[in-house]
């Protein structure tokens, strides 16, 4: 089915593992209903989404103009912008300042556009060492695990294997009280940020009339990433570009409520450059590589542009049946659940992984929660058509294509439709008929439903003669 | 004033579930309407419109127009395909498209049948009898693309004998999603397990939609799980006057 067999038996593996099953379920669960109470709470809550949304959208029309008064004034500040194509020019970057710094060792605040260029990797193999800070992230990077959610990393680990990694990949012992746990991760990472050369961070929104970027977190550990090293590279998306500051009023409305069901953050960073003369704290040096890595790709289809609307909350995860199901690190790539499951065709080729959008039952509980309205349903049924003409294309489909090329032509001929009807109502009967095809698919885990013995219209007539 | 009528009926009921079909057609008469019943009718297309197959898709809607250009009304007993021809039609017919316009006219036309009755016909109470607890699933698409919400519990609620108890996640899929459900069935499956559990949680004998076709596979589901609940749709509920056994 278009999908690999290893795929396919993670996907089963992971339906059936009921540990899995249970953590991910009540994590995003809490996380899910925590969002509904407060968004309910907030009476221009709707107002607030179309307004996040247009925003959005004038700021990617816009984008060229918004990312060069971005850098201007970033400059102006004392810092510096770098442009990065992709992953590699992004690396690259950072692999000189560390070279020419002479750093051996970076901390890292919570970032997926690092994720998804592998950037701890790379670093690893020049010798430096990158140390992840979020909570979440540090256990997935000692688990040797890529995030499993957006916002909540480890999400589907359990406390008891929590403190296995710990006991582990730090070689000591752990209990199994969450704030045991925070306190030996605290203890061992603030020495890591007081030896790290460079602090490495994403950004949650690049503001263009003031040249700042704005970080959300919960732990601190942001603030110190980018304070503390003497160094301060932020590495983020060119979409995360809004214009104004002001702007920012209605997007942590929002983000916070989406993602956690907080109000606000515990910290919100606004930050404008490097230190200046009489600055208590702040980095010595200050780059912001901005990177497209495909994104001015997205930004030509007008059609489904509206995905780099995302501000990466993680509430379409929450929402979504399918994720709660086959879980995080089910999806090709870095980004998972609704929004992977549209931005990953998008960047990667539609054909890549042809069966991603057809991983959905179309109900729509993303579009319902996204903070900046973006109609994932329209964009997943846009991808399947898209997969279908290349798929045509390349002649992969054929009795795909004449099964509906036959669908359609019997839909179109009631009389006959009629006729195949009462036939497939017979041939369902056979004693095989609910081993072979689709009806055997469906057997796996439901009774297969019997036709009637009788159409609806078959009676109708009937009825209508009795009359 | 009740007149006439046309009921699109669905491809599955006609073929998997008539009684629905029936049950909508007595409770439509009972409220005294006629009805027109159009042999020409098949599927609305969104089998085809789902798997990505647009042209395909846009035959049979060209089709299912053009058997109810001219209707007044056209009542459907689901929620999914209802949203098919007043929402995705636009889709398949974009703004530079022939049919077009004609989907324009007839997509306001279109009715699902909790909406209908109290909307259109604005009758809550249809005479029915029915000595059951029940809940009520909420389907996918009637529910986030059609916003149909209350209407159903509303009829519901004026079933004599009836008691409705909501269970806990009344919004959450059932699991089905047309060729979702043969495509990924292990998935599929588990969504229904997700669900059944809550509908065992309220203690309801019967579980009610508006859609057969979430019906179809929370029975599947239901009956692999060797449950006793059954699956009814709400126009059956709305049929029923006599004490169930
Ligand atoms: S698509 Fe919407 S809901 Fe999903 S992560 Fe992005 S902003 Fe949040």
Known sequence: ?467 | MPGRVSIFVTCIVDQVFPRVGLAMAEVLERIGYTIDFREQQTCCGQPAFNSGYRAEAAQVAEHFIRTFRDADFVVVPSGSCASMIGHHYFDVFPPESAMHEEAQYLGPRVWELSRFLTEVAKVEDVGAKFEQTVTYHDSCHALRELHIKEAPRRLLRKVRGLTLKEMSVAEECCGFGGTFSIKFPEVSGGMARTKIDSIHGTGASTVVSIDSSCLMQLQGALSRAGSKVRTMHLAEVLASREPQS
């Open chain 1, 1 to 467: 089915m278009m999908m690999t067999r290893e795929r396919l038996v993670q996907i089963q593996n992971a339906v059936a593992d009921t540990k899995l099953q249970n953590a991910v379920y009540s994590a995003t669960a809490r996380l899910k209903e925590k969002r509904q109470e407060v968004v309910e709470e907030l009476p221009e809550y709707q107002e607030l989404r179309t307004h996040a949304a247009a925003l959005k959208k004038h700021a990617l029309e816009n984008l060229d103009h918004y990312l060069e008064q971005f850098e201007a004034n970033v400059i102006a500040h004392g810092g510096k912008v770098v442009w990065a194509r992709d992953g590699d020019e992004a690396a690259g970057f950072i692999l000189d300042i560390a070279r020419q710094r002479g750093v051996k060792m970076v901390v890292k605040s919570k970032s997926m556009v690092t994720e998804e260029i592998h950037l701890n990797q790379r670093l690893e193999e020049h010798g430096i060492e990158a140390v992840e800070t979020d909570l979440g992230e540090y256990i997935q990077q000692l688990a040797k695990e890529p995030p499993f959610h957006i916002i909540a990393p480890a999400c589907h680990k359990t406390r008891q294997d929590i403190a296995e990694i710990f006991r582990k990949g730090l070689n000591t012992e752990c209990g199994d009280e969450p704030e045991q746990q925070a306190g030996l991760a605290r203890r061992v990472l603030r020495e890591k940020f007081l030896e790290a050369g460079i602090g490495i961070s994403g950004a949650n929104f690049l503001v263009a009339d003031s040249g700042a970027l704005l970080i959300v977190e919960n732990e601190g550990n942001a603030r110190l990433c980018t304070t503390a090293p003497k160094i301060h590279i932020a590495v983020t998306g060119i979409e995360k570009i809004i214009p104004r500051a002001q702007d920012l009023a209605v997007f942590l409305k929002l983000l916070a409520r989406s993602a956690t069901g907080q109000l606000l953050t515990v910290y919100t960073s606004l930050l404008g450059g490097p230190r200046r003369p009489g600055d208590v704290d702040g980095p010595e040096e200050f780059y912001v590589v901005l990177m497209d890595n495909g994104r001015s790709r997205l930004l030509a289809d007008k059609e489904k542009r509206e995905s780099l609307n995302c501000i990466r909350c993680g509430a379409c995860l929450n929402a979504c049946p399918v994720y709660r199901k086959i879980g995080g690190h089910n999806y090709p790539w870095t980004y998972s659940g609704p929004i992977g499951a549209i931005i990953t065709p998008q960047y990667k080729g539609v054909l890549q992984d042809p069966w991603l959008p057809f991983a959905s039952s179309l109900c729509g509980a993303c579009a319902e929660v996204c903070p900046v309205k973006i109609d994932i349903p329209k964009i997943l049924l846009d991808l399947r058509r898209d997969v279908v003409a290349e798929r045509t294309q390349a002649s992969s489909n054929r009795l795909e294509k004449w099964a509906f090329q036959g669908y359609s032509w019997l839909m179109r001929h009631p009389r006959l439709y009629a006729l195949a009807g009462r036939l497939g109502a017979i041939g369902a009967k056979l004693p095989f008929a609910t081993r072979i095809g689709p009806a055997a698919k469906w057997g796996q885990v439901r009774e297969v439903p019997m036709p009637a013995s009788e159409s609806f219209r078959a009676q109708w007539r009937k009825r209508k003669a009795a009359k």
